[in-house]
């Protein structure tokens, strides 16, 4: 404990010289680079030295307060630290303000001053935490980093595993924080009774030629390990090298966030699927993102005939408005909070695991774990462009996908004719996951009209169809996370979605505060 203190010790010596290099630019900018746009250019050279000195121990005093109320700067990753450095200068602003009050100086300071150093003060103290927090977390792990990896895997799940270890590296501590590996040899099993001794003779082979020493850790994918049998398993890892093999729950590989420390062991999340938290009369299903995709995967023959919902902002409100719409919703399997908003009203009320399940996210989870489960997808909406641009992308982006079909309705109600062609066509192809692009609330409405006679699990994606065929660009991932993704939409589409953010949102508003607080 006491050398972390000392580390955040030498971090606060780089914040600070990086205050005053804000402060110098916003005298700058104030002073000589705008002083044409001002009417008043004098300045009080005096003045601003002793403010100088006030800023730097007022800021000295928020990062020391704040030191025992946050991870250290290692331990978080980018979103977390951009968190922290607002919260950090939104505190200063607020001291500064009541500071300059009290002592009569806020007429002296200009306000130009003050809004550039936290502008400023921001950019510094972000970038300096960055390349800090990076530096310091190679260190402090150093024992655990990881820089070549033998990958053991069958041969469709080479490429997957491959980018995934590259991107994702190690985790510590399930932190955002990554060391990224490389995959340094590849050993691809194939179906047979020798693949054990394949496995062994190639690790024997490397031992002689002393290539041993260039690979960190062996990577072991849980349907390898399944092949080679625990005996074999045993004998490599006789070999010298750290084994590390993936977690499988029914013969489906697991998440990190699906695991959980609990009663000094490793626990998997498998009832809180079950949870529901009420929500305008909607019964939210509170889970995350992988923990929905496992889960889904698992149970997705049990699941057929039946829909899932996600529900937004929008929604939510119909459904508010709408007993019968909202009986839709919640004669669903289950109904997930896709929208930021909805998602923080049900971690209020007590559901801490709760996340926010976003159609779009859902698909590339559902995507990705199907690597080796052989689910077949059927897309169901949008338009023939789209479809076409869908099934490229999802080539290109998940080759061991299994496309069952695609679909494009016409745009007017189906004849009675038309409609069991449909689900016939839809249950020839064997589809176990079937995507309905049709827009709320048009796309519930249809999936509750079809209960239980198409023969596999419906999800309602909405423009799931369009940002995974890279026809709209979703928002930035902190756009998301700041829960401003309906504003970056409404700036793509203000024509048609203006009217109704402005009515929903309110009323969203007046019901979380007023009609349906509680309930």
Not at 20 to 27: E, G, P, R
Not at 215 to 237: N, P, Q, T, W
Not at 345 to 351: D, P, R
């Amino acid at each position: 404990m006491k050398k972390k203190i000392h580390q955040e010790n030498k971090l606060i010596w780089a914040c600070l010289i990086g205050e005053s290099l804000a402060f110098i630019l916003a005298i700058f900018f104030r002073y000589y680079l705008f002083n044409f746009l001002f009417s008043n250019p004098t300045r009080e050279t005096d003045f601003y030295k002793m403010f100088f000195i006030v800023v730097l121990f007022m800021y000295s005093a928020v990062f020391i307060f704040r030191r025992g109320r946050r991870p250290y700067t290692w331990e978080t990753g980018g979103f977390g630290r951009l968190i922290e450095v607002i919260k950090q200068h939104v505190t200063l602003l607020i001291i500064l303000l009541f500071f300059l009050y009290f002592i009569h100086w806020s007429n002296r300071v200009s306000r130009t001053v003050m809004a550039l150093l936290i502008v400023f003060g921001m950019f510094f103290d972000l970038v300096i935490r960055q390349v800090y927090g990076k530096r310091r977390a190679r260190r402090y792990i150093r024992e655990d980093k990881l820089d070549a990896v033998m990958l053991v895997c069958l041969q469709d799940e080479g490429k997957y595993l491959e980018t995934c270890i590259n991107r994702y590296g190690y985790q510590n501590d399930e932190k955002e924080l990554s060391l990224h590996c490389r995959v340094a040899e590849h050993f691809f099993l194939e179906e047979g009774n020798n693949e054990g001794d394949r496995l062994i003779n190639k690790l024997e082979d490397l031992t002689a030629k002393g290539d041993t020493q260039n690979i960190d850790m062996i990577y072991i994918s849980f349907r390898a390990a399944k092949l080679l049998g625990r005996d074999v398993m045993r004998v490599v890892e006789g070999k010298g090298i750290p084994v590390c093999r993936s977690l499988e729950l029914d013969g489906k590989e697991l998440s990190g966030s699906a695991v959980s420390k609990m009663g000094g062991s490793a626990a998997v999340y498998q009832s809180l699927m079950t949870l529901k938290c009420p929500v305008f009369g909607v019964n939210y299903t509170t889970a995350g993102k992988a923990e929905v995709a496992d889960y889904l995967i698992r149970n997705s023959r049990e699941l057929s005939g039946q829909y899932v919902c996600f529900s937004n902002v929008h929604t939510t409100v119909m459904a508010a408005d709408d007993e019968g719409y909202r009986d839709v919703l919640n004669a669903s399997a289950f109904t997930f909070p896709d929208g930021t908003p909805v998602a923080d009203m049900i971690w209020k009320q007590g559901y801490i695991e709760a996340e926010r399940v976003a159609g779009p996210d859902l698909m590339a989870e559902l995507f990705r774990r199907c690597l080796g489960n052989h689910k077949k997808h059927y897309f169901y909406g949008s338009t023939e462009e789209t479809l076409s641009a869908l099934s490229d992308k999802l080539k290109k982006n998940y080759p061991w996908m299994e496309i069952a079909g695609m679909y494009s309705p016409p745009f007017r109600p189906l004849t009675e004719e038309e409609d069991a062609e449909v689900v016939k066509m839809i249950n020839d192809s064997g589809a176990d996951f079937v995507w309905i692009g049709l827009g709320a609330p048009k796309q519930e409405l249809w999936m509750a009209e079809h209960k239980g006679r198409i023969k596999g699990l419906m999800l309602g994606v909405g423009a799931g169809f369009d940002f995974h065929a890279g026809r709209v660009k979703r928002a930035p991932v902190i756009v998301q996370k700041l829960g401003m993704e309906w504003f970056y939409r409404l700036m793509q589409d203000p024509k048609r979605l203006l009217k109704r953010y402005f009515i929903t949102n309110t009323k969203f508003i007046i019901y979380s505060h007023i009609k349906y607080r509680g309930k």
